[in-house]
Each structure stands twice: as structure tokens, then as C-alpha cells.
């Protein structure tokens, strides 16, 4: 079964960046039909997806973070990463990498990482 | 963006109810939508994708139906691990955006 791991920093300061990284196990990140999200949750707050990444490295951002997001893939490693530019307390999250399938007529996140808990804080 | 809205926000019901949730897109999804179940302090469950294809692993008491702005999600025979926020999603077009979730709460 595909697992997902999120690792990185729990505390970012206002203005730096954020960056996590989530490890594949048990499935190839190369698999075809299948591509590579980032989603967080405020607390007491529903989900919002962040951005997807490609096996091809191809990638699609939410609009409202565009200016601010970067993913990429490291396919030696089966992992993929993202960065957030000049974070403010409104970052505060808990982010979960997801993986995505594309079916006939459909479109999910299969499996998802346990999440981590960002804070925003000097 | 496509807004997702989901009625009601919270609903209280016992063991062994039949209960239902709706879910409205702004814009037609066609069938691109996806329902989860998320429990406190746990990542999102994929319980319903494509509208209405259960995923591998999911209790047959879940179904999903609807297509273009209308879905439901129905649980027949609540069980008490059922206790729960339910969210759903679509997928049609970027960005994906999630309903403001249904919590489950025991009457």
C-alpha cells in the first residue's frame, strides 16, 4: 500500500519561507497516471488544495498562492517538495501531501500523508 | 473558481440512521466530484470519487449520486465509527476546490 510522509519544519517566522518535503513508500512517484498535491487546513477550517506536480515535473498552482508556490520532484529519492515565499500567521496549517489519480471521467486523491502542523510565528 | 456548497454545515443522528448530505457546485462538474471523511486529527478519507464509485476498501453503506451541480452523499445504517466531517470536492477544473465539510455528530 502507498504511503506518504510529510517532513519539515513546524515553526516558520513571518516573511520566510516554508518548506516540506513528502517521501513515497511502497509505490513509484514515476507511476503513470498519477500526480503529486499539496493541500492544507487551517484549523477548525475545510481543506484547500495548494498545487499538483507531474511525474513530467509539469506543474499547476492555486491561483491564489501562484506568486508565492514552487514544486518540485526528486524521482532518485520518490519524493516531492514544496516551498512558500514570505509566509504570514495566515499560513498557519496543518499540510498533507496527496497523491492523485486520473480515472475515466474522474479525478481523486487517493492516498494522503498524516499531515503536519505548520505555525507562522516570531 | 468552482464554489462547492454543502448542506447542512452539522447534523445530529443515532445509529443505524439513514443520512444524507448535498453538495452544489457553482458551475456544471460533470461527475468530478469526491467525497471524504475526515476524523479529528486525521488526514482526509477517500470514501467516494467519480460521483458515485465507491473506493476499494470503503463500506457498502456509503453511496454517492448526482452529476453537473447537484450530488448526494448517503450513509445508510449509521454506524458509530461514521461519526465524522464529510467533505466534498471537485476535480473538473483547477483549482480543485473542497465544500466547507457536514459534521456528523451523535444525537
Known amino acids: 500500500q502507498v504511503q506518504l510522509q510529510e517532513s519539515g519544519p513546524g515553526l516558520v517566522k513571518p516573511s520566510q519561507t516554508l518548506s516540506l518535503t513528502c517521501t513515497v513508500t511502497s509505490g513509484s512517484i514515476s507511476s503513470a497516471n498519477y500526480y503529486w498535491n499539496w493541500i492544507r487546513q487551517p484549523a477548525g477550517k475545510g481543506p484547500e488544495w495548494i498545487g499538483r506536480i507531474y511525474t513530467s515535473g509539469s506543474t499547476n498552482y492555486n491561483p491564489s498562492l501562484k506568486s508565492r508556490v514552487t514544486m518540485s520532484l526528486d524521482t532518485s529519492k520518490n519524493q516531492f517538495s514544496l516551498k512558500l515565499s514570505s509566509v504570514t500567521a495566515a499560513d498557519t496549517a496543518v499540510y498533507y501531501c496527496?497523491?492523485?489519480?486520473?480515472?475515466?471521467?474522474?479525478?481523486?486523491?487517493?492516498?494522503w500523508g498524516q499531515g503536519t502542523l505548520v505555525t507562522v510565528s516570531s | 473558481d468552482i464554489q462547492m456548497t454543502q448542506s447542512p454545515s452539522s447534523l445530529s443522528a443515532s445509529v443505524g440512521d439513514r443520512v444524507t448530505i448535498a453538495c452544489r457546485a457553482s458551475q456544471t462538474i460533470h461527475s468530478y466530484l469526491n467525497w471524504y471523511q475526515q476524523k479529528p486529527l486525521k488526514a482526509p478519507k477517500l470514501l467516494i470519487y467519480g460521483a458515485s464509485s465507491l473506493q476499494i476498501g470503503v463500506p457498502s453503506r456509503f453511496s454517492g449520486s448526482g452529476s453537473g451541480t447537484d450530488f448526494t452523499l448517503t450513509i445508510n445504517s449509521l454506524q458509530p465509527e461514521d461519526f465524522a466531517t464529510y467533505y466534498c470536492?471537485?476535480?473538473?477544473?483547477?483549482?480543485?476546490?473542497f465544500g466547507g465539510g457536514t459534521k456528523v455528530e451523535f444525537k
Open positions: 470536492q471537485q476535480t473538473y477544473t483547477s483549482p480543485f476546490t
Open positions: 496527496a497523491r492523485g489519480w486520473t480515472g475515466l471521467r474522474s479525478d481523486c486523491f487517493d492516498y
